[in-house]
């Protein structure tokens, strides 16, 4: 395909132009291009795609009064160039304009079309009711090495068994740790797949992103981690998260997936006399899926234990609960050692509140102890040191 300043545009979002570069990486098989009108049909009906799992139709219908008036004119084989962030992205050959329901669509991929749901107005809202089908080129794109990283990895330890994570880790908290070590226990390596929200909600990705190879690199054993960035785009959204998490973990080498036991999309339902879960839906999709136990903090057992396990009753057990520990990391609060880890907290409060303290050393001496040698601290060697104030007890 060739550019040409006379081809009618599309405008696209960047959560629409990641899902393009997932499919063009090949990280979508066994879908490789926008699905027509019947094989969108196809996979509504059966969930899968060649014999392989894919829960909803991967089609491109963009919003907005102007991409509208552009789709309803095209043509079949007709040229147009796709734009994103002003700027051109990809070129595409048009096979079929078909209509949609953008309600059923949501339902699709959500599950509901409940606009109380999160996430759900905000994809009705970049959803039109007119699909585009057809072959498309990429245009400028900076290659994805990702794979090429596993690949090094696995051949620098010989790894037979690869184990794939998703995570957003908002904040790294010590539930996640246990979950990373108990799956590092049953794989040679894991693979992180360290998530990339669109939303302000969320930590910056770069400060979690120190912090999860903070904890790698302290506290666990060598070249046997690998992080890796996943754009949290909308075909990750609603109860079939899982699948699209297996088919891409699968497409980048893994062959286990771990995941926790209270993730959103491990919804049950009943069949054929029996209880089974989303992951009974994957098929052909060579990967072995795990649920990996719940955490909690048990004040008897004085430890991180496994619900499974633990006697002790809910009065007995803290949760960890992201949002909220996050909530206390923004309000520039400590949480509690038990929580999340003092080295992590301090990484985060330093990015979180730079320059916070308007004379450091004046109150490093005043409340620390120190060895009477004048020292230079940084913002996060206060909190360490603070945070072994908070862990005194022959006060209390």
Same mark, same amino acid.
């Given at each position: 395909?060739?550019?040409?300043?006379?081809?009618?545009?599309?405008?696209?979002?960047?959560?629409?132009?990641s899902a393009l570069e997932l499919l063009k990486d090949g990280l979508l098989a066994p879908v490789y291009s926008?699905?027509?009108?019947?094989?969108?049909?196809?996979?509504?009906?059966?969930?899968?795609?060649?014999?392989?799992?894919?829960?909803?139709?991967?089609?491109?219908?963009?919003?907005?009064?102007?991409?509208?008036?552009?789709?309803?004119?095209?043509?079949?084989?007709?040229?147009?160039?796709?734009?994103?962030?002003?700027?051109?992205?990809?070129?595409?050959?048009?096979?079929?304009?078909?209509?949609?329901?953008?309600?059923?669509?949501?339902?699709?991929?959500?599950?509901?079309?409940?606009?109380?749901?999160?996430?759900?107005?905000?994809?009705?809202?970049?959803?039109?009711?007119?699909?585009?089908?057809?072959?498309?080129?990429?245009?400028?794109?900076?290659?994805?090495?990702?794979?090429?990283?596993?690949?090094?990895?696995?051949?620098?330890?010989?790894?037979?068994?690869?184990?794939?994570?998703?995570?957003?880790?908002?904040?790294?908290?010590? @539930?996640? %740790?246990?979950? /990373?070590?108990?799956? &590092?226990?049953?794989?040679?390596?894991? !693979?992180?797949? $360290?998530?990339?929200? +669109?939303?302000?909600?969320?930590?910056?990705?770069?400060?979690?992103?120190? @912090?999860? %190879?903070?904890? /790698?690199?302290?506290? &666990?054993?060598?070249?046997?981690?690998? !992080?890796?960035? $996943?754009?949290?785009? +909308?075909?990750?959204?609603?109860?079939?998260?899982?699948?699209?998490?297996?088919?891409?973990?699968?497409?980048?080498?893994?062959?286990?997936?771990?995941?926790?036991?209270?993730?959103?999309? $491990?919804?049950?339902? +009943?069949?054929?006399?029996?209880?089974?879960?989303?992951?009974?839906?994957?098929?052909?999709?060579?990967?072995?899926?795990?649920?990996?136990?719940?955490?909690?903090?048990?004040?008897?057992?004085?430890?991180?234990?496994?619900?499974?396990?633990?006697?002790?009753?809910?009065?007995?057990?803290?949760?960890?609960?992201?949002?909220?520990?996050?909530?206390?990391?923004?309000?520039?609060?400590?949480?509690?050692?038990?929580?999340?880890?003092?080295?992590?907290?301090?990484?985060?409060?330093?990015?979180?509140?730079?320059?916070?303290?308007?004379?450091?050393?004046?109150?490093?001496?005043?409340?620390?102890?120190?060895?009477?040698?004048?020292?230079?601290?940084?913002?996060?060697?206060?909190?360490?040191?603070?945070?072994?104030?908070?862990?005194?007890?022959?006060?209390?």
């Open positions: 395909m060739t550019s040409s300043r006379k081809n009618k545009t599309l405008l696209i979002d960047q959560e629409a132009a926008l699905m027509n009108s019947k094989e969108s049909a196809d996979v509504l009906k059966t969930g899968l795609i060649n014999n392989k799992s894919f829960p909803f139709p991967f089609i491109l219908a963009p919003s907005g009064k102007m991409n509208a008036e552009v789709l309803n004119s095209l043509e079949k084989g007709e040229e147009i160039t796709i734009l994103f962030d002003g700027a051109p992205f990809a070129n595409l050959i048009v096979d079929e304009i078909f209509h949609i329901d953008p309600k059923e669509r949501i339902k699709q991929l959500y599950g509901t079309d409940d606009i109380n749901h999160p996430g759900v107005m905000a994809t009705l809202n970049r959803l039109g009711s007119l699909a585009v089908s057809g072959e498309y080129e990429l245009l400028n794109k900076s290659s994805n090495t990702n794979k090429e990283k596993i690949a090094y990895a696995k051949d620098l330890i010989d790894a037979k068994h690869t184990t794939a994570i998703v995570m957003a880790a908002n904040p790294l908290h010590r @539930a996640h %740790e246990r979950l /990373i070590r108990q799956a &590092l226990e049953n794989t040679d390596l894991l !693979v992180i797949f $360290l998530l990339k929200p +669109y939303t302000e909600s969320n930590l910056d990705y770069e400060i979690r992103k120190e @912090a999860l %190879e903070f904890f /790698i690199n302290n506290f &666990l054993t060598k070249n046997h981690v690998v !992080v890796v960035p $996943l754009e949290n785009n +909308y075909i990750f959204a609603g109860y079939n998260e899982i699948i699209i998490d297996a088919i891409v973990a699968s497409n980048y080498g893994c062959n286990r997936l771990t995941v926790g036991r209270n993730h959103a999309g $491990l919804g049950m339902f +009943y069949d054929c006399n029996s209880n089974k879960s989303i992951i009974d839906k994957v098929i052909g999709i060579d990967i072995e899926i795990t649920v990996a136990s719940e955490y909690v903090y048990c004040d008897k057992c004085t430890t991180l234990v496994s619900k499974n396990t633990c006697p002790h009753g809910q009065h007995h057990q803290i949760s960890y609960h992201a949002d909220s520990i996050l909530e206390l990391l923004e309000l520039g609060i400590l949480p509690p050692t038990m929580l999340i880890r003092k080295e992590i907290s301090a990484v985060i409060l330093t990015k979180l509140f730079p320059d916070r303290f308007k004379n450091l050393e004046k109150l490093y001496y005043d409340i620390l102890p120190v060895e009477g040698l004048l020292k230079e601290h940084t913002e996060q060697d206060f909190y360490l040191d603070l945070m072994k104030l908070y862990q005194t007890t022959s006060l209390t």
